[in-house]
């Protein structure tokens, strides 16, 4: 059974910086790509970032690519998302999903982040 | 960016009753290698999405076949025959064919 389990979000003051965790489970994590998807309190969903099987080349919104860096530890089946210099506007729940038959065919059960001072 | 535009954004059925969802993109989601990346999720009340449909049409791992989605270019629709209760939830489009991947704005569906 996949699973994917994210860690590490919580409360966090305007422009300092978070790095969140996804643990999978249930497949051969190195074999495939892997993205962030961020679902807003407002239930926006919004596509971050993916990264390649090996780590050789990520793919970010434009919008995020100067603040969030996705990276991954194929040894520990590890996924992970540094966001710095965060915004009010980053608040969100965020989502570690796979690629391993279709795009975002797995999801974790999420990780909230809240901005606020 | 793909603009996905989902109509309408609830739509209340009973148990039993079909419905169906459109998803209309600003840009034909056809690629160059000839596939159209145009996928559907669900979003259960309280849980994570889950994929329901991927390239327009093909079913996912464990999804019931009263789901079923068609379409081609720019206009794409999910229909589900036979409305069960654990269909309740929102309903997304995504495109994969241009970057940035998008997301429709969703359709809530809802017991009358």
């Known amino acids: 059974e996949v699973q994917l389990v994210e860690s590490g979000g919580g409360l966090v003051q305007p422009g300092a910086s978070l790095k969140l965790s996804c643990v999978a489970s249930?497949?051969?994590?190195?074999?495939?790509?892997m993205s962030w998807v961020r679902q807003t309190p407002g239930k926006t969903m919004e596509w971050i970032g993916d990264?390649?099987?090996?780590?050789?080349?990520?793919n970010y919104a434009p919008s995020l690519k100067n603040r969030f860096t996705i990276s991954r530890d194929n040894a520990k089946s590890t996924l992970y998302l540094q966001m710095s210099n965060v915004r009010s506007e980053d608040t969100a729940t965020y989502y570690c999903?796979?690629?391993?038959?279709?795009?975002?065919?797995?999801w974790g059960q999420g990780v909230m982040v809240t901005v606020s001072s | 960016d793909v603009v996905l535009t989902q109509t309408p954004p609830t739509s209340s059925a009973t148990i039993g009753q079909s419905v169906s969802i459109s998803c209309r993109s600003s840009?034909?989601?056809?690629?160059?290698?000839?596939?159209?990346?145009l996928y559907w999720y669900l979003q259960r009340p309280s849980q994570s999405p889950q994929l329901l449909i991927y390239l327009v049409s093909k079913l996912g791992s464990g999804v019931p076949n009263r789901f079923s989605g068609s379409g081609s270019g720019t206009d794409f629709t999910l229909k589900i025959s036979g409305v069960e209760a654990e269909d309740l939830g929102v309903y997304y489009c995504?495109?994969?064919?241009?970057?940035?991947?998008?997301f429709g704005g969703g359709t809530k569906l809802e017991l009358k």
């Open positions: 995504v495109q994969g064919t241009h970057d940035p991947r998008t």
């Open positions: 840009q034909s989601l056809l690629d160059s290698d000839g596939n159209t990346y």
């Open positions: 999903t796979s690629t391993t038959v279709a795009l975002f065919d797995y």
């Open positions: 990264i390649k099987y090996d780590g050789s080349y990520t």
């Open positions: 249930g497949f051969t994590f190195s074999d495939y790509w």
